[in-house]
């Protein structure tokens, strides 16, 4: 008979590690999943710009490194949004060298219609889990964005 095989046990740091992979692993398959199979009309990144836009009007230079993307990504992905009514572009009242990009109602249409849909979409999967795995992920959220602020 052969003896019973025993592991140490992980050390804290492991167990943080581990952890730490895999809580990013998971967060990064949702956040995918969201983007991805929610029923949007728009590309994930046209999104991400528009989100900004709803705040203030932005320069292109401001939506590049809000988005760390390059300045020529941004300018293709601002021609989109123009081209598709979702934005405009207008100089800078106080430099009229300075291009402003403002959203338009459009953009705005857009934006909340693909809010809906992505909360729609997690809604039905939360909907699915237990009272106590919900309570679960109401703790974990708190915790997330904790997380995101540092």
Known sequence: MKPPVTTAPAS?????????????????????????????????????????????????GELASVERVSAPSMTR???GL?????????????????????ITPLGRQVVSATRESRNEWMAARVAKLSAAQQRLLQDASAILDRLAAQ
């Open 82 to 102: 123009v081209e598709l009514g979702y934005a405009v572009r207008s100089a800078d009242a106080s430099d009229r060298r300075c291009v402003q990009i403002t």
């Open 12 to 60: 804290p740091a492991t167990d943080v590690a581990e952890l730490a992979t895999t809580l990013r692993l998971a967060c990064m398959r949702i956040s995918r999943r969201v983007r991805f199979e929610s029923a949007d009309a728009i590309a994930p990144h046209h999104f991400s710009v528009l989100v900004h836009l709803e705040k203030a009007p932005r320069t292109p």
């Open 77 to 79: 992905t601002l021609r």
